[in-house]
């Protein structure tokens, strides 16, 4: 699978809001928490490789 960025937009209880950023489709997704690393909050950019995310 490609790369892609995100952003995470919202943080509803222990899920996240992310949209996608890097193809201009705007896609949004909704994530548990618990899947993306320690530290994220609201506005911070993702990049989801390799079945993972990492800040960026």
């Known amino acids: 699978m490609e790369p892609a960025e995100y952003i995470l937009e919202k ?3 222990e899920y ?3 949209k ?4 201009g489709s705007g896609d949004e997704m909704f994530i548990a928490l618990a899947l993306l ?3 994220c909050d609201i ?5 989801w490789e390799n079945f993972e995310y990492e800040i960026l």
């Open 11 to 13: 943080i509803e209880g």
């Open 37 to 39: 690393p320690e530290g």
């Open 20 to 23: 996608r950023t890097d193809n």
């Open 16 to 18: 996240a809001t992310l």
């Open 43 to 47: 506005g911070t950019r993702l990049k």
